[in-house]
């Protein structure tokens, strides 16, 4: 029972370079969520998707892109990386189109831009 | 104004004590409420749930929702060092499709 899964946990980028965040969950849950946490700032929403086929913004998707491949896999695009965009990333995914009974997150991933 | 405000510490107390953690919302419609503990290099990882007003106890955790000051706690008893970690609380209102967190109080318990 891996639940969801983040691929890579540690990541370091130099300014302008892409790369992409993996997230894959086995629970056959709906809804698929893309969070960044930053000290002091608490958990901050990028992009989610509440079903399959569909994706929205969330509070700050500015330079980042998502997609969702399918029900299990929720992925994270960094076209042209920023210092600003140092952070921890979190995946998470719940059963439904609404979130009653909470996330379940992943380990996160680590990414520093140099 | 954040629409949920928690907060930040650090809180440092010694293990045995009664540890209350809390937070304040502005938005009347939240419905559902939950505290989160994240430790260290990790994941959050869902601690309480409850729904509406009134307490809700597991073990030695209580979470108790005071909707009418909009306010939420969450109290650790007779707290060990195994409960240092980062606590954050998350609320929505019904039929939402994301939660609210708080930025989340870091407790560290003292042997």
């Known amino acids: 029972n891996a639940g969801v899964t983040q691929t890579p946990k540690f990541q370091v980028l130099k300014t302008g370079q892409s790369m992409t965040l993996q997230c894959a969950q086995d629970?056959?849950?709906?809804?698929m969520y893309w969070y960044r946490q930053d000290p002091g700032m608490g958990l901050r929403l990028i992009y989610y998707s509440a079903s399959e086929g569909t994706t929205d913004k969330g509070e700050v998707p500015n330079g980042y892109n998502v997609s969702r491949l399918n029900k299990r896999e929720f992925s994270l695009r960094l076209e042209s990386a920023a210092p600003s965009q140092t952070s921890v990333y979190f995946c998470a995914s719940t059963v439904g189109g609404v979130v009653d009974y909470g996330y379940t997150f992943g380990s996160g991933t680590r990414l520093t831009v140099v | 104004q954040k629409e949920v405000e928690q907060d930040p510490g650090p809180l440092s107390v010694p293990e045995g004590a009664i540890v209350s953690l809390n937070c304040t919302y502005s938005n009347s419609a939240f419905q559902y409420f939950m505290w989160y503990r994240q430790y260290s290099r990790k994941g959050p990882e869902l601690l309480m749930y409850t729904y509406s007003s009134g307490n809700k106890e597991d073990g030695r955790f209580t979470a108790q929702v005071d909707k009418s000051s909009k306010y939420i706690s969450l109290f650790i008893r007779d707290s060990q060092p195994s409960d240092s970690a980062t606590y954050l609380c998350a609320m929505s209102p019904w039929g939402a499709q994301k939660l609210v967190f708080g930025q989340g109080t870091r407790l560290t318990i003292n042997p």
């Open positions: 629970m056959n849950h709906n809804s």
